[in-house]
Each structure stands twice: as structure tokens, then as C-alpha cells.
């Protein structure tokens, strides 16, 4: 537990940033928004949460986020308004960037200039704001935007609740990850106080699949490729499969954190290939492993024990490239490399 997020009297001993942070959101108007691309249930969650804070505050708020959005995410409060094509930057609109560890998260065009505040919660955060709050053992962005409510003194009111505790619940797996601490549970106990509804919500998040998604992660169950004695386990979504299951729309969400969920693995690596021919790859570990080095290594990044790297180069040599770097770095924990095989 990060020492900033140790409580008294239910307030947070914040860092300094915090209360510069809280100025600047008093002192002006307009703010925009900012999300990650493909954004995941903690993107969304904290983004529309703080959204729904400051236009409560009578503040002018947008959300920009390049996408896509995955439709089990259309229950969230005010998703309907969200701004997914590059949005003009209004003259004194401060920019809130979200749950993004760089620039580049978001895509590789929208660069936008003006007063940036960052606020984060990634172990390769490239601290690019003039305001920076990055907190890496925080267990989710949702915590830190329900954390800037409480600095703020604005009550949560239910939309932002179920916002900010679908950010929650999402970037803990259901709050069975590592990141899981005394604050997550204090945290959300006070979200469902202000109106979360668990149930509903984790309905929404976990128990939404489209049968399409349910088919390409049989598929992919059905060829992994184990090495170094099962602790290491890899496989790949091709434009082939996304085609016969119709569509990238349909991707599993979590299913590389799921191959880490098999007995005996240690760390697991789900290789995508892009509509363009490019390679996205997420990496998760039990712990052992920290996957945050091996992303920066291929020009990604995240957590110690989830994060993901997106290359710009043909998938298939790609893969290969990084298959061997992956190798040559899982030798430093795993002593005794075994050959492939696949079940």
C-alpha cells in the first residue's frame, strides 16, 4: 500500500500534486478528458466517473477515447457521449490524461498542446503532464478518481459510483489480483454505499461474452504452446480467426489474464494481429515474473504483473523477434529452459 493512500479519519494522506491537481480543477472551466485507445473497463470506468464528477461540479466536460468500445461496456452512465474521433482543443480546456502510461497510448496522432494534467497508476508511466500523479500501487485509475473526489470534497453520486467500481472491480479481475489491498475493499465499500451495484455490474463486465468471443477463446485454448515446463504459455489471434469468429469486435476480453489462471503458469503471452499487419501483445504474471520490463524491452509497458506492447512491423517476424526475447529473458527466472510443445 502506497504510503499516500494510508487514511485518517477516512481522509487520504495525498502527495502534493494532488492539492495543485484540485486547484487547477477549481480555478477553471473546461476540461477535456483523455483515454486510452482500446480502452478497458478501467479506462472507461475512471474516465466517465471523473466526467461525471466534474460536470457535477458545473464544470464543461468531454471524454475522448480513439477506441473501439466493447458493447458489455454500454451499461456505464454517459458512454453514449463519448467523443471517439479527434476532438479540437478549445482555447483554456485543460486535458485530463487517464489511465495512460504515455503519449502514445492513445494513438499516434492526437498530440495535443495546452496544460496537461496525467494521472495514472503504470509502472512505466513517462510522467508527460505538467501535473503528474502517478501511483503505481494504486490498484486501479478508479481509485485514484475516487481518491480526487474525496480530495475535491464532491459527494459520489451513483452514476459515478458504478463508474468508478467497474474501473475497480475490472483492473483487479473481480479483485482476485495482487494489486487488491485493504484500500481497494475501503474503496469500494464506499462506491456501493454511494449507489454501485456489484452484482449487476460484474454481470455486465464478466458474464457478457458474445458467442463469438466464446468461440475464438476455444480455439485458442485448444492450441497453447507451453515452454519452459509449462510455467510459460503463448499463443496468437490471427486475421484468420477474427474473420471466421466475424470481426476484431469480438476479442475475449481478459482471456490473456485467464492463460494465466492455468496450474503451473507462471507467465502467459497473447500475440494479436492487427487489422494492418502489426502485433499487439499483453503479457500477464503470477508475480514471479515482472512483465513490465519485458514489455519495456519491446517498446511497451505496465505493470509488474500485466502490461502489453503494441509494434508497428509485419506480425509474423514480429512474433518470432519477441519470442526470442521473451526466451532469452524468462532464462534469468527459469533455470532450465524445456522445449515447446502444445496441447
Not at 477463446?217 to 477474427?242: A, D, K, M, P
Not at 475475449?252 to 503471452?269: F, K, N, Q, Y
Request: hydrophobic share 40%; proline share 5%.
Amino acid at each position: 500500500m502506497t504510503p499516500s493512500a494510508q487514511q485518517d479519519n477516512g481522509r487520504f494522506h495525498e502527495p502534493p500534486v494532488v492539492a495543485e491537481i484540485c486547484n487547477v480543477i477549481r480555478t477553471n472551466d473546461q476540461f477535456l478528458i483523455v483515454g486510452h485507445g482500446r480502452p478497458d473497463g478501467d479506462c472507461l470506468g475512471s474516465c466517465l466517473g471523473l466526467l461525471i464528477i466534474l460536470r457535477e461540479m458545473g464544470k464543461d466536460v468531454r471524454f475522448f477515447t480513439p477506441g473501439p468500445i466493447q458493447d458489455f461496456f454500454h451499461f456505464l452512465p454517459r458512454i453514449s457521449e463519448t467523443i471517439t474521433q479527434h476532438p479540437q482543443i478549445r482555447p483554456g480546456e485543460i486535458i485530463l490524461y487517464v489511465d495512460c502510461g504515455d503519449l502514445e497510448r492513445v494513438d499516434e496522432v492526437f498530440k495535443p498542446e495546452g496544460f496537461i494534467i496525467n494521472i495514472d497508476h503504470h509502472l512505466s508511466n513517462a510522467y508527460f503532464g505538467k501535473l503528474n500523479w502517478v501511483d503505481t500501487e494504486a490498484c486501479a485509475a478508479g481509485e485514484l478518481i475516487y481518491r480526487l473526489a474525496l480530495a475535491l470534497e464532491v459527494p459520489i453520486s451513483r452514476d459515478a459510483a458504478t463508474c468508478l467500481f467497474t474501473a475497480i472491480m475490472a483492473d483487479t479481475g473481480g479483485f482476485r489480483f495482487s494489486n487488491t489491498d485493504r484500500v481497494t475493499f475501503e474503496a469500494a465499500a464506499a462506491l456501493v454505499a454511494a449507489g454501485a451495484d456489484p452484482a449487476a455490474i460484474a454481470e455486465a463486465v464478466f458474464e457478457s461474452r458474445k458467442p463469438q468471443a466464446v468461440k475464438i477463446t476455444g480455439v485458442i485454448y485448444q492450441t497453447l504452446h507451453y515452454e519452459f515446463g509449462g510455467r510459460f504459455v503463448w499463443n496468437e489471434l490471427r486475421r484468420e480467426l477474427y474473420e471466421l469468429a466475424g470481426g476484431d469486435e469480438y476479442e475475449p476480453e481478459g482471456l490473456c489474464s485467464d492463460l494465466r489462471g492455468i496450474a503451473g503458469v507462471e507467465i502467459a503471452v497473447l500475440f494479436h494481429e492487427t487489422p494492418e499487419g502489426w502485433c499487439r501483445i499483453g503479457f500477464r504474471s503470477k508475480g514471479k515474473v515482472n512483465v513490465s520490463k519485458l514489455a519495456q524491452m519491446l517498446g511497451g509497458g505496465g505493470h509488474h504483473n500485466a502490461s502489453g506492447a503494441y509494434i508497428k512491423a509485419p506480425y509474423e517476424e514480429t512474433r518470432d523477434r519477441a519470442l526470442e526475447v521473451i526466451r532469452q529473458y524468462l532464462r534469468e527466472y527459469f533455470e532450465t529452459p524445456v522445449g515447446t510443445t502444445s496441447l
